[in-house]
C-alpha cells in the first residue's frame, strides 16, 4: 500500500501532507498567506484567477502551478513567493483592477500583489461597480455543490463570459436557498426578502451554509448519504452482525450484497437523483430508482419510479429473507402506493414466516401460500390482498398483536412462544436492528412511548460496541437524553439526517459521551431555533422542553389505560435467543461468556436448553434493572408513571394532569 | 495483548498499526474516531501509526441512520 502522507518543503520547511491533498491547504496550514480570488474552503478548487500561482520543483525541474487545485502526490519542493511567481501575480493583478477597480475584494488582492491601481488594463471592459461579480464562481458551485441544483452557470466565451440561469429567465426550479449569495465575495448577488421573517435570518443562513459546506466537503467519506442515502447501513449492519435476518434470529447472511448499496448504485441509481424530499435540501439521501418495470400487481408491466429504498425497507427485506434488489423495489412501490409502512409490514410478515415454519400455521390459514422465509412472491401477494381488503394480507394487516390473539384464540397456538418471537410492543412492530446484545437499544426500542420505532436505534452502537455506557446508571443517562434531544427536533418540525448522519471533522477531539452528541450540530439546531424565535437554548433548557412533551405523551398513553411498566415488556427475541439455533449461532461470541463471566456459572456440560434458561433469568433481570434506573433519571415511579414533583418541575402539574397520574403515585 | 473499548482483548504483533487493529476486530465502519492510550489517531495515519503492547485502544464509533 502506498503511504497516505507525502513529505514536501514548502519555503525550506519540511511538512508531511496527504497524498491527494491540494498544495494550498498545506500552505494555509503553515500560515502563508497568499492571495485568491477564485478559492473558497468548501467549494472545488478550479484555478480560475491563477493568483494562487506556486513555483514548484519535481524531479529537478521547475514549474508553475495554480496551489488550490494542484493535487500533491510526490515529493516536491514549493516556493510560494518567489521572483517568478510575483510577476505573474503582480500582471494578474492588473489585469483584474483594470476590470473592477472599485470592489473591495479586488482591492484587496491587488494590494497584496503589490499592486494599486488597473489602468494599463482599463478598457470597454472596465465595470465600475463596487458591487460588479468577478466571475470567481462561487455561486455557480454552490448552487450545484452545496444543494445539486445547476440553477446558475456562465454563458458567453473570453471577453463575453457572464452568469446567467437557463435561457437567461428566472429559473422556477430555484428555491432561494441563497447559497450563492452566501458564497459570493462582492455582493452581486443580494438577498432581497426573508419570507418566513425570522428574527435573524443571518444566523439561520450562517448555520445552514455550515451543514452545506459539510455535506458538499466531506460526506463523501464518511457515510455517502448523497449517493447511497440511508442505505448505506445495510452492508455496515451486515459486517457488525445486526442486520435482522429471518424475524430477528440473526445479524447477518451471505446474501446481504443482493440488497447492498453497492448493487444499487451500480444498477439502479442511474441518474443519481434524489426524490425531492425537501426540495434544496443539501443531504438529499432519499435516492430514486426511474425505469423500473412492475412485474406484480394492478400497475403489472408499467415502469414507474422508485423511492429509496431506505434502509429500514431495505433489511426488512433481510428480514423476511427475500434478497433481491427487484423485489425490494417492488416492495417499496407498492408500499408507498398503498400508503403502508415498510417496516411494520416487513416485521409482521417475518413473524408471520416463523410461525409457518414453526407449524403454529399453515397453508390452509395462509390462503395456499408457502410463507416461508425468502418467499418474494407470496409477501407481494399479501401486500396486494391487504390493499384489496380480502384473504391472508387482511390479517397480516393488523399487525403482530392482533395476530396472536387469533391464532392463540382459534389454532390453539402456544402463547408463550409467540410473545417470545412477536417482535411487537404497545402494538407497533420493532424496526429493522437486533437488539439483542445491547440493553441500552432494548430498552430504548421497548420504553419509546410511541413504541420500538426506528427512530429510537441509536444507542446499539454506544453500548454494543464501543461500550461506553457499562452500567445501568450511563445507559440510565442515555436513555435520558437521546429519547428527549429526538422528540425536541420532530417537536421543531427538523430533519434529523443532518444531526449525525454526517459529522462535523473536528467531532473526534471530543471524549466519546460528548463526541456521541455531535456537539458542533446541536449547536446547529439550537441556533435555528434563536434564529426563528430568538430564544436562546442550551442543552437543559433543550431537553425540559422536550421532557415537557415527553412526559405530556406518557400521561396520555395512562389515561387510555396504558403506560406503566408492563407495557415496557420486550418480546424475548429482542433480549436473547429464543430457539437452539438462535443460541448456538452466537454460543461462542456472546452466550457461554456471558454465562461465565457475568452469571458466574460454567457453561460446560450444560446443554443448550439449560444454557439457554441460565441466559434468560439474567438478561430479564438485567432489563429490568436498566427499566428501574432509566424510570429513575426520567422521574418516574416504579411502574412507569410520571411523579407529580416531576411535573411540577417541569411547569406542567396541571389538575387535568395529575388527576390522572394521582392514583399511581408512590 | 491489546484491549479495545475496555472490553475485547486481541493479541498484540510487533509492527501492528492502527489498520491492522480495525482489521482484526472487522471494524469497517465509517464514522469512527480511534485513540491509542488517549492519543487521537488521524485517519490517514490509520496505516503508519504502530500500536505499542498492552495499548489501551479505544474505538469509538458514532451512531447514524434510523
Known sequence: ?666 | MLKINNRDKIEWNKGMTVRDVLNRMKYSYSLITVTVNGELVLKEDYDSYKVPEKADVIVFHLAHGG
Open chain 1, 1 to 666: 500500500m502506498e503511504p497516505k502522507k507525502i513529505e514536501i518543503i514548502i519555503d525550506g520547511k519540511k511538512v508531511s501532507v496527504v497524498r491527494d491533498s491540494f498544495l494550498l491547504n498545506a500552505i494555509k496550514a503553515l500560515d502563508i498567506d497568499i492571495p485568491v480570488l477564485c478559492h473558497h474552503k468548501d467549494l472545488t478548487p478550479n484555478g480560475t484567477c491563477r493568483l494562487c500561482i506556486c513555483e514548484i520543483e519535481v524531479r529537478g525541474r521547475k514549474k508553475l502551478v495554480t496551489s488550490c487545485n494542484y493535487p500533491v502526490r510526490s515529493e516536491i519542493k514549493v516556493e510560494t513567493n518567489s521572483g517568478r511567481v510575483r510577476q505573474h501575480r503582480k500582471v494578474l493583478a492588473e489585469m483584474y483592477l483594470g476590470r473592477w477597480p472599485n470592489v473591495p475584494v479586488v482591492k484587496e488582492v491587488a494590494a497584496k500583489c503589490g499592486v494599486t491601481d488597473g489602468l494599463r488594463f482599463k478598457s470597454d471592459l472596465t465595470d465600475e461597480n463596487p458591487k460588479a461579480c468577478i466571475l470567481c464562481g462561487h455561486c455557480v458551485k454552490a448552487c450545484e455543490e452545496f444543494i445539486q441544483e445547476r440553477i446558475l452557470d456562465f454563458a458567453g466565451r473570453g471577453i463575453k463570459r457572464h452568469l446567467t440561469m437557463p435561457y437567461g429567465e428566472v429559473d422556477k426550479h430555484c428555491v432561494g436557498c441563497t447559497s450563492c449569495a452566501y458564497v459570493c465575495p462582492t455582493g452581486a448577488i443580494e438577498i432581497i426578502d426573508d419570507m418566513n421573517h425570522p428574527l435573524d435570518a443571518k444566523m439561520i443562513r450562517n448555520y445552514g451554509m455550515k451543514i452545506n459546506a459539510e455535506m458538499a466537503t466531506i460526506d463523501k467519506d464518511q457515510c455517502d448519504m448523497r449517493s447511497v442515502g440511508t442505505a448505506n447501513i445495510v452492508d455496515v449492519m451486515d459486517a457488525y452482525d445486526l442486520l435482522p435476518v429471518h424475524n430477528y434470529k440473526f445479524g447477518s447472511h451471505s446474501e446481504t450484497e443482493k440488497i447492498g448499496t453497492k448493487l444499487f448504485k451500480r444498477e439502479y441509481y442511474t441518474q443519481g437523483i434524489s426524490d425531492g424530499c425537501w426540495k434544496g435540501c443539501s443531504m438529499s439521501c432519499a435516492k430514486t430508482v426511474d425505469g423500473f418495470e412492475l412485474i406484480t400487481g394492478p400497475y403489472k408491466g408499467q415502469k414507474v419510479v422508485v423511492d429509496g429504498p431506505e434502509y429500514e425497507t431495505a433489511a426488512g427485506a433481510a428480514n423476511m429473507g427475500c434478497f433481491d434488489a427487484g423485489f425490494l423495489l417492488e416492495y417499496n412501490f407498492y408500499c408507498d402506493t398503498y400508503g403502508v409502512d415498510t417496516i411494520s409490514v416487513a416485521t409482521c410478515t417475518a413473524f408471520v414466516m416463523e410461525a409457518y415454519e414453526a407449524g403454529v400455521i399453515n397453508k390452509t390459514h395462509t390462503g395456499g401460500k408457502e410463507l416461508k422465509f425468502g418467499a418474494s412472491n407470496e409477501v407481494l401477494e399479501i401486500l396486494h390482498e391487504m390493499a384489496r381488503g380480502e384473504g391472508f394480507g387482511v390479517d397480516v394487516g393488523q399487525g403482530i398483536r392482533w395476530l396472536k390473539k387469533k391464532w392463540i384464540k382459534e389454532y390453539g397456538a402456544d402463547a408463550a412462544f409467540l410473545q417470545d418471537i412477536g417482535m411487537e410492543v404497545k402494538g407497533l412492530e420493532y424496526s429493522e436492528y437486533v437488539c439483542k446484545e445491547s440493553l441500552a437499544q432494548q430498552a430504548g426500542y421497548t420504553m419509546a412511548v410511541k413504541g420500538p420505532q426506528h427512530d429510537e436505534a441509536w444507542l446499539i452502537f454506544m453500548d454494543m460496541v464501543n461500550n461506553q455506557i457499562p452500567s445501568f446508571e450511563d445507559k440510565a443517562e442515555a436513555l435520558y437524553y437521546y429519547p428527549l434531544w429526538r422528540t425536541w427536533f420532530g417537536l421543531m418540525g427538523l430533519c434529523k439526517l443532518i444531526w449525525n448522519d454526517v459529522v462535523p471533522a473536528d467531532n473526534s477531539q471530543y471524549p466519546p459521551h460528548e463526541a456521541a452528541k455531535v456537539p458542533g450540530h446541536v449547536e446547529d439546531f439550537f441556533k435555528f431555533f434563536e434564529g426563528m424565535t430568538g430564544i436562546e437554548l442550551d442543552e437543559n433548557k433543550m431537553l425540559d422542553q422536550s421532557a415537557r412533551v415527553h412526559n405530556l405523551q406518557r400521561i396520555m398513553c395512562r389515561m387510555l389505560g396504558y403506560g406503566t411498566r408492563k407495557d415496557d415488556m420486550p418480546p424475548f427475541r429482542a433480549l436473547g435467543p429464543v430457539t437452539k439455533e438462535e443460541y448456538e449461532s452466537r454460543a461462542d461470541r456472546y452466550y457461554d461468556k456471558q454465562i461465565k463471566e457475568n452469571v458466574g456459572v460454567d457453561p460446560e456440560g450444560k446443554n443448550t436448553e439449560e444454557k439457554m434458561a441460565i441466559l434468560r433469568k439474567f438478561r430479564e433481570d438485567q432489563y429490568n434493572k436498566v427499566v428501574d434506573a432509566a424510570y429513575k433519571k426520567r422521574g418516574w415511579t416504579n411502574n412507569g408513571v410520571p411523579k407529580i414533583e416531576r411535573l411540577k418541575e417541569l411547569g406542567i402539574d396541571l389538575p387535568e394532569l395529575v388527576e390522572i397520574v394521582r392514583n399511581d403515585q408512590e
